[in-house]
């Protein structure tokens, strides 16, 4: 484990320099990658290695919910990667007595059943929702599960995400017209692994 400090408990400062060091421990590394977008990079961060941790879901949880916009409603991502996000998100907010619905959308239509592209609650049209992003690189990915909400009626009140590469995610949320946040970017992550390393 990486603390001896309940990451449940620790005030929104401590948390998120304890994320910002799992993040250097288990996420990122350096070398030669070719990323989903088909970008090659000196450097990859696999957030599944922080949002599937067990105190990582936790911190990641209290850390998304502390920045989301008052009036969401529900939080919803693409799957695989926003899976753990969305899923610890809700759990933390109901630990503090906040109704919080978890969607997950999918890449594509289900083949059977109901045929959905979101799984989750149904939800009145005209809810907010804010979209979770383990890392953003070109944004599409977020920009994918904007689309296919706001064809299911919601209202998308912003893109929170964990890290941002700086490689024009931003500024894709920005042209669409959605408010964007990340907990870290990249500079974050190489300063603090510089100084670990």
């Not at 990859?44 to 409603?73: C, D, F, W």
């Not at 799957?79 to 978890?102: N, Q």
């Not at 005209?126 to 706001?150: F, H, I, M, N, Y």
């Not at 024009?168 to 408010?179: N, W």
């Amino acid at each position: 484990m990486m603390t001896s400090l309940p990451l449940a408990t620790v005030d929104l400062v401590t948390l998120r320099q304890k994320l910002l060091d799992l993040f250097c421990a288990v996420a990122y590394k350096e070398g030669d990658f070719v990323l989903s977008s088909g970008q090659r990079s000196t450097y990859y961060i696999n957030g599944k290695q922080v949002t599937l941790h067990p105190e990582g879901g936790v911190a990641v949880g209290r850390m998304l919910l502390s920045l989301l916009p008052k009036e969401t409603q529900a939080v919803a991502g693409l799957t695989l990667g926003a899976d753990p996000m969305v899923t610890a998100t809700s759990v933390v907010a109901a630990y503090e007595g906040r109704s919080l619905t978890a969607l997950i959308v999918r890449k594509e239509a289900k083949g059977h059943g109901t045929q959905a592209y979101i799984e989750g609650p149904t939800l009145p049209p005209g809810t907010p929702v804010t979209v979770l992003e383990d890392v953003v690189t070109t944004g599409q990915s977020a920009l994918k599960a904007v689309e296919r909400l706001k064809a299911a009626g919601y209202v998308v009140n912003g893109v929170l995400a964990l890290v941002d590469r700086q490689q024009g995610g931003a500024e894709v949320y920005q042209q669409a017209g959605i408010p964007f946040q990340a907990v870290f970017s990249i500079q974050d992550l190489q300063q603090r692994w510089a100084e670990l390393h």
